[in-house]
């Protein structure tokens, strides 16, 4: 059972909200630049949260 909750925690459908949005705002040069470093940071806090997610 704890192995069904631990997927709901991955990270594959919060990686398609950020590619939904990176679609958006793909033609825009400054926001591909603004999105590629949330992407950068969102790395960090999705490996924290497995970690959470693993507790």
Do not use: N, P, Y
């Not at 059972?1 to 594959?12: D, N, T, V």
């Not at 793909?26 to 940071?41: C, G, N, P, T």
Request: aromatic share 8%; charged share 20%; net charge neutral.
């Amino acid at each position: 059972m704890s192995r069904i909750a631990s997927h709901s925690c991955s990270s594959m459908t919060r990686l398609a909200g950020v590619l939904a949005l990176m679609e958006r705002l793909q033609s825009d040069e400054k926001a591909a630049f603004f999105v590629q470093m949330i992407i950068l940071v969102w790395v960090e806090v999705d490996s924290v949260m497995q970690k959470w997610c693993a507790l």
